[in-house]
């Protein structure tokens, strides 16, 4: 069902099957989703850049701290994940 389709059968007095109904219903989520989504992807493409700004005016050394770091991170989130889905995977197994 097209938009406009949609947007007549909510202009008319009709009565909506609920087939019509959870469809119309679906494709007000799916715009409200896609809306969502595209702010989301701008607000991460401008924290991209201001990062970028950031860290273009970091010394070596400090962009080297900086990468030692989130490598750390990394490697700690890692650790922790699959320590987790083994607890998981131990009670799902008990």
């Known amino acids: 069902m097209s938009k406009d389709v949609g947007f007549e059968l909510l202009q008319s007095n009709i009565a909506l099957s609920v087939q019509q109904e959870n469809r119309l219903k679906q494709m007000g989520a799916t715009v409200r989703n896609a809306s969502s989504y595209m702010e989301r992807l701008k607000m991460n493409e401008e924290r991209?850049?201001?990062?970028?700004?950031?860290?273009?005016?970091?010394?070596?050394?400090?962009?080297?701290?900086?990468?030692?770091?989130?490598?750390?991170?990394?490697q700690i989130s890692s650790?922790?994940?699959?320590?987790?889905q083994l607890q998981r995977a131990e009670v799902l197994h008990v």
């Open 79 to 84: 650790d922790m994940l699959e320590k987790k």
């Open 48 to 74: 991209e850049k201001l990062a970028r700004a950031v860290m273009g005016k970091m010394t070596i050394e400090q962009l080297s701290d900086l990468n030692l770091f989130y490598h750390l991170m990394g």
